[in-house]
């Protein structure tokens, strides 16, 4: 959950994205109605918005079959990892992902994961995931 808190909103419990998600995961609104959320003023509370946020994580991690496919449903929707078979095109997203990833190994006391010598960057450093 630091992981991803640390990557969603730095530990904002106020912030609040361009896309309207809010609180510490930023959550969407839509998403938290999903789970009995209906106020967008209540996602600013971080009991709320942290029992908001890892119940849909949670849910994201038993759907696919990995971290990373989680990780980036959590970030750019599952629609989007849905329709790209298990693959999302966003740079952003796949930015997101290493950091989240990254923030959990140097959490663990191991060091980051470097992306050129796991070969995931391609041409002109585009992380491939």
């Known amino acids: ?3 991803v808190i640390a990557a969603e909103s730095g530990y904002n419990p106020k912030a609040v994205s361009p896309a309207g ?3 510490l995961m930023q959550v969407m609104p839509a998403t938290a109605a999903d789970y009995g959320v209906d106020s967008t003023e209540e ?3 971080p ?3 942290i029992d ?3 119940r849909h994580l949670k849910r994201l991690l038993r759907k ?4 990373r496919q989680a990780v980036m449903a959590y970030n750019a929707g599952e629609g989007a990892l849905d329709s790209n078979l298990g693959l999302v095109p966003y740079d952003e997203t796949r930015r997101y992902t290493i950091q989240v ?3 959990y190994w140097v959490s663990k006391g191991k060091k980051p994961l470097n992306l050129r010598e796991l070969g995931l960057t391609g041409k002109k450093g585009r992380i491939r995931l």
């Open 1 to 3: 959950m630091h992981a």
């Open 21 to 23: 998600a809010i609180g």
């Open 43 to 45: 996602l600013f509370d």
């Open 47 to 49: 009991r709320v918005n």
């Open 52 to 54: 908001t946020g890892s």
């Open 64 to 67: 696919y079959s990995n971290i």
């Open 101 to 103: 990833i990254n923030n």
